[in-house]
């Protein structure tokens, strides 16, 4: 069964609905219009499908100069360590020479992120959600 890319805003927001309360993510709170927000606010989309079925999905923000935020990651569980992740980050990344991408992450993550070609600093990472 061959995985499927894109990178395009017309992603199924059912789908990615049903993947990400499959995945039991805490940020999503079952607003689909939330998720319709998230991706047209995105600098950059990629999303997988398997037989007509989403199996992943990534977004990122960048200034396209300097800075960029892999901003959400997700793929289904029965679909992990098949380089699915790796090759979502790799197309919301893109080929924007001399931009530092970031990517959240915890001491439980760090190989995670590692694996995706993150490297973990000394930075402070400070949030305000309003």
């Known amino acids: 069964m061959t995985v499927l890319y894109a990178e395009s ?3 199924d927001l059912f789908q990615l609905a049903k993947l990400l309360t499959d995945a039991r993510s805490t940020e999503f709170t079952g607003d689909v219009s939330g998720l319709a927000d998230l991706v047209r606010g995105s ?3 990629a999303w997988a499908t ?3 079925h989403l199996i992943g999905f990534a977004s990122a923000l960048s200034d396209g100069a300097l800075v960029g935020f892999v901003t ?3 793929v289904r569980d029965d679909c992990q360590g098949q380089g699915i992740e790796r090759a979502l980050v790799d197309r919301v990344v893109g080929d924007q020479p001399g931009v530092t ?3 959240r992450g915890t001491a ?3 190989a995670s992120c590692a694996a995706l070609g993150f490297t973990a600093t000394d930075a402070m990472c400070f949030t305000r959600k309003v």
């Open 108 to 110: 439980t993550t760090a």
């Open 72 to 74: 959400f990651i997700v």
């Open 101 to 103: 991408f970031m990517l």
């Open 50 to 52: 398997r037989d007509n």
């Open 9 to 11: 805003r017309d992603v």
């Open 43 to 45: 600098s950059r989309v």
